[in-house]
């Protein structure tokens, strides 16, 4: 495990998946990278890392490593409601900075948006210009500056139910952009992000998209990373694995658990409190917002995750529309965690197992 320093805090491992990026960027852009993973597993975290400090050399004053060109937009930042305000989210026009004195604006800024001319601007607003044509335009005029883009779009799902007009779906749209920018003409890197897995269930079981895509999971940490980690700020063998059984490898609820615990007679008295608040979360949603059915259903699947660790969403199980349906709402809710390639359903985090067990012994 290495330890890097990232915004003036640590960077815990993320070694495997540093690499993997870095190979992936210096291939010739062929499929879509789609990065899921649990909520809070660290994906984002990962990504900004990555852009920030492997492609770029100075990412202050926006200076790239080689030839990287990289576009990085984060849909959670802004209110997406509809195609204008998508619009105004990721172009800013130029300035024309004759005898002006430009006002700087942050990397994380320049780096989130396509800037283009004012007039090309108004044309798309005015929906005289096609987005995508104008976006593929600029990416081209990069390339033929030898530089290798890459765009990367966070909390995609953002884009869903937006329409650029009558029956053109955004979403739908932009995909075909981004199979477009890699399948078919290799001109950019395209890197998707989502936590939410019935949005990346529909995607994964979509055959074209399924064709044209790479999925990397970004799961918590390993076991192995989380002793390293813990033993390195001191924490003894037996304190290691009581955390490791309420908390798993979630880096911000171990985060939280040094900041919090001290508030606490004990280290086993704190987890056990963290346990509670996620067994009352999920009484609470069995009590508001799931029918009897759907009760009975959800504590069959928490009852096996305890048991085995994992609950597998079999093709033959009787009632599987049933469970689907239960499974895509508490995992909407990201108590639970459904991966669409393994069918394997899990706690978001550990600590939702911890307080599943709860729930099964007062059953
Ligand atoms: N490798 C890491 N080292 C230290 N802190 C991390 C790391 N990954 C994530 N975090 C912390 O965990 C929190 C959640 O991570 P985030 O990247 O937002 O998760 P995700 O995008 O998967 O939901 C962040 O606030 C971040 O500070
Ligand atoms: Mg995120």
Redesign the pocket.
């Known amino acids: 495990m290495k330890t890097r320093i ?1 915004r003036n ?6 070694d495997k998946e540093i690499n993997f990026f870095l190979d992936w960027f210096n291939q010739l852009p062929e499929l879509i990278l789609w990065v899921y ?10 990504i ?2 990555v852009v920030e400090k492997e492609l770029f050399e100075d990412f202050e004053n926006l200076k790239p490593k080689g030839n990287w060109w990289v576009k990085y937009i984060n849909l959670r930042r802004y209110l997406i409601s509809n195609y204008s305000s998508f619009i105004e989210a990721i172009l800013t026009p130029e300035k024309d900075d004759k005898g002006k004195k430009e006002e700087k604006l942050s990397a994380s800024f320049n780096i989130g948006v396509f800037n283009i001319k004012a007039e090309l601007l108004n044309e798309v607003k005015n929906k005289e210009k096609d987005l995508f044509k104008v976006l593929m335009e600029e990416i081209q005029n990069r390339t033929k500056k030898n530089r290798q883009p890459i765009i990367i779009i ?1 909390e995609i799902q953002t884009l869903e139910d937006i329409y650029i007009n009558g029956d053109r779906e955004l979403l739908k749209e932009f995909l075909n952009f981004c199979v477009s920018l890699t399948k078919e003409t290799h001109l950019s890197h395209v890197v998707i ?1 989502s ?1 939410n897995t019935v949005f990346i269930d529909r995607i994964y079981n979509d055959a074209k998209l399924k064709k044209t895509s790479k999925f990397f999971k ?1 799961d918590h940490l390993d076991k192995s990373i989380v002793v390293e980690w813990l033993s390195s700020e001191g924490y003894t063998e037996e304190e290691i694995n009581l955390i490791y059984d309420y908390l798993g490898g979630c ?2 609820d171990i ?1 939280r658990m040094m900041f919090e615990k001290k508030e606490f007679k004990t280290l086993k008295e704190y987890l056990e409190h963290r346990a509670f608040l996620a067994y009352t979360e999920m009484v609470d949603f069995l009590a508001r917002e799931n029918s009897q059915e759907e009760e009975k259903i959800f504590r069959e699947v928490a009852k096996i995750i305890i048991k085995d660790g994992k609950f597998i969403l079999k093709d033959n199980s009787p009632n599987k529309h049933e469970l689907i349906k239960v499974i895509s709402k508490w995992a909407e809710k990201e108590i639970l965690f459904f991966d669409p390639l393994t069918l394997e359903v899990k706690g978001n985090s550990r600590i939702y197992e911890k307080g599943m067990e709860r729930l099964s012994y007062r059953n």
């Open positions: 990232f805090k640590k960077l815990i491992d993320r993973g649990p909520k809070s597993s660290g994906k984002t975290t990962l900004e890392y966070d992000l936590s970004v880096i911000p985060q």
